[in-house]
């Protein structure tokens, strides 16, 4: 005979479903998936799966750039949640932690729970639960208690969110967990806030890394990052840029010239790009007219010509 505990959450999964009450709630949707996608059981009562040290080291190895990105995030974000009792784990697309920060008091319950690296979080292996649904739905989700599938993981509370890698693709999942049974929803909207904050400063911190010679713009009302060579073309931009501005595809490859891309474009000639490159050595040369065709390896009588009715 199931634990009466066991027996409540798995009606109260069989009535939502029979209802149709996934069109409904994301939540249900996600049992949908749990029970029908995926043939899993809610009362199924093993521990979650967990990979061996060397299938660990090599995922880390596979997702090395993102976990540098993310190393001082993670910390400033535990700093900000383990004093409550939560622990702070990033995600890979499998639904693997690969990076965890904890208390060592903590350790031995969020160990015995699953939350720690290398323990398999796929909605289809977990069910509904924090990283495995944001990875489907990639979006922020808080998976609260009886939320959860699995009969032995509503003790949990999970506030998850997206990273996206460089290209604007889904790169893993920023998660906050803890087993405490007196989080309010309040509470937890804030400890949400902040696991999406810092997903997006990994983010923007792996965009940097990734272009790091080029010129970082910021797409205008703060919608994401813009990479910019030296001649002004635009090779890279993240997932949010890429969304507020209707970019697709391989930037680094087919790069966009910065101007059309903000919105900014005017038909230009060889002579106003020539005449750009005359102010900018005017400037650095502090206005001084000789030293800057000097430094373009030009006559100063040359230099005016060219520079013409701009010349002040």
């Known amino acids: 005979m199931l634990p009466r505990a066991t027996e409540n959450h798995l009606?109260?999964?069989?009535?939502?479903?029979?209802?149709?009450?996934?069109?409904?709630?994301?939540?249900?949707?996600?049992?949908?998936?749990?029970?029908?996608?995926?043939?899993?059981d809610p009362t199924r009562p093993s521990r979650p799966d967990r990979m061996t040290a060397q299938e660990l080291s090599l995922a880390r190895d596979r997702m090395a750039p993102l976990l540098r990105a993310a190393a001082p995030n993670l910390d400033r974000l535990f700093q900000a949640v383990g004093a409550v009792g939560c622990c702070v784990l990033l995600a890979d697309l499998d639904g693997i932690p690969l990076e965890r920060r904890g208390a060592a008091v903590d350790d031995p319950v969020f160990s015995d729970w699953g939350l720690w690296p290398g323990t398999h979080w796929s909605e289809a292996q977990q069910g509904t639960n924090g990283i495995g649904t944001c990875l489907?739905?990639?979006?922020?989700v808080t998976i609260h208690r009886d939320q959860h599938f699995f009969a032995r993981n509503t003790i949990l509370s999970c506030m998850s969110a997206p990273i996206y890698g460089p290209q604007g693709k889904l790169a893993g999942v920023l998660d906050v967990s803890s087993a405490r049974n007196d989080l309010t929803a309040g509470f937890m909207t804030l400890i949400s806030q902040s696991v999406t904050e810092t997903a997006q400063k990994i983010e923007a911190q792996a965009f940097r890394d990734a272009f790091p010679t080029a010129r970082m713009v910021l797409v205008p009302?703060?919608?994401?990052?813009?990479?910019?060579?030296?001649?002004d073309l635009v090779i890279g931009a993240t997932r949010a840029a890429r969304h507020q501005l209707g970019l697709s595809g391989d930037l680094s490859r087919q790069p966009r010239p910065a101007a059309d891309v903000l919105g900014q474009f005017e038909h230009e000639t060889l002579e106003d790009g020539e005449r750009a490159v005359l102010m900018r050595a005017l400037a650095r040369a502090g206005g001084n007219v000789s030293a800057a065709a000097r430094d373009l390896g030009i006559s100063r009588a040359t230099f005016h010509r060219k520079l013409g009715p701009r010349l002040i």
């Open 11 to 40: 009606t109260t999964i069989e009535t939502a479903l029979a209802r149709g009450e996934a069109a409904r709630s994301p939540v249900v949707a996600s049992w949908s998936r749990s029970a029908h996608l995926h043939g899993l």
């Open 136 to 140: 489907v739905e990639e979006r922020v």
């Open 221 to 231: 009302g703060d919608r994401g990052l813009l990479a910019v060579d030296s001649d």
